[in-house]
Every structure is written in C-alpha cells, then in structure tokens.
C-alpha cells in the first residue's frame, strides 16, 4: 500500500545570497518658514522629510478634557437607607426559600408516614387474611375440655 523508502542522493541546490544596499542620504534642506497668520485660521506648518518630500498640513492641538462638574457628596443616611433596602430584599428572599423548604420537608414526611401505615396495614391483612395456619379464633381441645353452661373449662 505505501511505496518502500527508496534512497536518493541529495539534490544539490543554487542559493543566492542577497546583500542589501544602503541609501545615501540626499542634502537636505531646511524647509521655508511660512509667516504665521493671526485670527481664526490655524497655521500652517511643513515638515522635509529625510527622502526630501515636503508635508505640509495644520498643527494640531490637543482636546481639552472639559472639566468634571463637581459631584454633590452622598449623606450617610442615604447610603444607609440604601444598603438596609438591599439588606431587607436578601432577608425576604432567604425566607421565602426558607418557607419553600419547610414546606417541601413537611410533604415528604407526610408520603413517608402515609407509606409505612399502607405498608404495615398490608402486612396486617396479610396476617389476618392468609390461608395458611389455624382459621381464626380460640383454638381449644375439645377432649379435655368440660362443658358447663356454654362455657369451655379445662
């Protein structure tokens, strides 16, 4: 099924070894000033970059942050009032659950009492009603027994 390992001289290959070149930097020179303009226009700045392009665009200023209202204090009482709300929801709940429980633990000793009187009253008919051994009542021996009035002496 899978070919069997055949040997192969190794192949020898070309490798090319590729040196970069570096540039020389070009003379540079410092970019014109432009004459700052007053009033609502921004100024315009130009930067030479190494490889002798000129960008020129608008400075950019940074955003100020605007700043944060002052924040009125929360009282004492109210956080307390707060946190005994909270406090208060967590007891009903526990109670409610507490409740649930009660009452499921209540029903389940109710089937099993329930269970043991169906079981114990079968057991009792089983005895009272089973074919086997004496059929009811006092079992007396007639031989020896005196009969007197309707009673049974021995």
């Given at each position: ?15 090319e070894v590729h040196t970069p070149t570096p540039l020389t930097p070009a003379a540079v020179a410092p970019a014109p000033l432009v004459p700052v303009q007053s009033g609502a226009v921004p100024s315009v700045a ?109």
């Amino acid at each position: 099924m899978y070919p069997e390992n055949v040997h192969h001289a190794p192949v020898e290959r070309a490798v090319e070894v590729h040196t970069p070149t570096p540039l020389t930097p070009a003379a540079v020179a410092p970019a014109p000033l432009v004459p700052v303009q007053s009033g609502a226009v921004p100024s315009v700045a130009s930067v030479v970059l190494p490889d002798g392009r000129v960008v020129t665009g608008y400075a950019i200023n940074p955003a100020q942050p605007e700043p944060v209202a002052d924040k009125p204090a929360v009282s004492r009482a109210a956080v307390n009032v707060a946190l005994g709300g909270v406090g208060f929801l967590a007891v009903c709940g526990g109670l409610l659950l507490l409740t649930t429980f009660i009452a499921a633990l209540t029903a389940l000793i109710t089937q099993l009492i329930i269970l043991a009187a169906v079981i114990f009253g079968g057991w009792i008919a089983v005895q009272v009603f089973s074919a086997s051994g004496h059929k009811g009542g006092t079992t007396v021996n007639i031989r020896k027994a005196v009969i007197k009035r309707n009673r049974f002496y021995q």
